[in-house]
């Protein structure tokens, strides 16, 4: 009876401090949309700030992104073929019963 008595309180801890968590979460939200001014300047923000977004300034600067893009689809291509073509091609198996 204490062990549930217990883990019924941890419960109501590990909630509260979660829901702590999200109303902050939704705090800093709300003042980060309300400084940017749109949802869209935001995410712009947001991945110009995390490195996502560069600035291109020439052409030759964004054949040289687009190319090491397809450089990683290639690569991801290569690796991940093989294994489905294996995974198609398995010969199934038969299952003996003994009676």
């Known amino acids: 009876m204490k062990y549930q008595q217990k883990s ?25 949309l309300h400084e940017a001014g749109s949802l869209t300047e935001l995410a712009r923000q947001y991945m110009v700030a995390t490195g996502m977004i560069t600035p291109m300034h020439t052409l030759v600067d964004y054949y040289t992104h687009i190319k090491g893009i397809e450089y990683l689809i290639c690569a991801a291509f290569f690796v991940a073929f093989p294994i489905f073509f294996n995974y198609v091609n398995r010969e199934e198996k038969s299952i003996r019963v003994r009676e």
């Open 8 to 32: 019924g309180t941890a419960v109501k801890i590990v909630l509260g401090f979660g829901g702590l968590i999200g109303l902050w979460a939704l705090a800093a939200m709300g003042s980060a």
